[in-house]
T-cell receptor, first 112, second 115 residues
Framework: NAGVTQTPKFQVLKTGQSMTLQCAQD?????MSWYRQDPGMGLRLIHY???????DQGEVPNGYNVSRSTTEDFPLRLLSAAPSQTSVYFC???????????FGSGTRLTVV | AQSVTQLGSHVSVSEGALVLLRCNYSSSVPPYLFWYVQYPNQGLQLLLK??????LVKGINGFEAEFKKSETSFHLTKPSAHMSDAAEYFC?????????????FGKGTTLSVSS
């Protein structure tokens, strides 16, 4: 089924470990974005991309890296995980020609 | 820069009562506005969106919202609450070029419905 696929669904990391959250879409959408959701804070934009090779920072980019080597994939990297990065992470994609966003089902990350 | 403020982190209504969830936005360009709902331990579901045209937007599950430029508001309403409406609701504004690139969300409003 067409959509946004996030892997893994759950992850536990130790402080200082690194990992990559994967996000892939098969709708040929130009725009992709990452969000974190924390209780009482809503969803906050981490990074976004308008196309392959082009990324930009959102509201809370510190501690996260992204790259966009293909249209389909937009991985989010945590280089040195911290407990403050414990959150639920959502990826979204969007076509440049319409207004609708497609969200993935999320990755629940716990950093201990 | 665009931003969204949701007034009231928690709203409680009785079943059958009017639901009103408030959202104010700040945008330097004509905004594209969205309401999403999230049920416990689930993902985001789009309720409705305003892009251009008619300022009263109808969405799913009987919800509607009115874009008021003069008040920079996009409040969500439903005439009669149902128990199944209990969830968290997020207002969002699209940022970036043309039809938008990403979303800036408000902090959310939890709706409780009592019988």
């Amino acid at each position: 089924n067409a959509g946004v696929t996030q892997t893994p669904k759950f992850q536990v990391l130790k402080t200082g470990q690194s990992m990559t959250l994967q996000c892939a879409q098969d709708m040929n959408h130009e725009y992709m974005s990452w969000y974190r959701q924390d209780p009482g804070m809503g969803l906050r934009l981490i990074h976004y991309s308008v196309g392959a090779g082009i990324t930009d920072q959102g509201e809370v980019p510190n501690g996260y890296n992204v790259s966009r080597s293909t249209t389909e994939d937009f991985p989010l990297r945590l280089l040195s995980a911290a407990p403050s990065q414990t959150s639920v992470y959502f990826c979204a994609s969007k076509s440049g020609s319409n207004y609708g966003y497609t969200f993935g089902s999320g990755t629940r990350l716990t950093v201990v | 820069a665009q931003s969204v403020t949701q007034l009231g982190s928690h709203v409680s209504v009785s079943e059958g009562a009017l639901v009103l969830l408030r959202c104010n936005y700040s945008s330097s360009v004509p905004p594209y506005l969205f309401w999403y709902v999230q049920y416990p331990n689930q993902g985001l579901q789009l309720l409705l969106k305003y892009t251009t045209g008619a300022t009263l937007v109808k969405g799913i599950n009987g919800f509607e919202a009115e874009f008021k430029k003069s008040e920079t508001s996009f409040h969500l309403t439903k005439p009669s609450a149902h128990m199944s409406d209990a969830a968290e609701y997020f207002c969002a504004v699209s940022v970036g070029q043309q039809a938008g690139t990403a979303l800036i969300f408000g902090k959310g409003t939890t709706l409780s419905v009592s019988s």
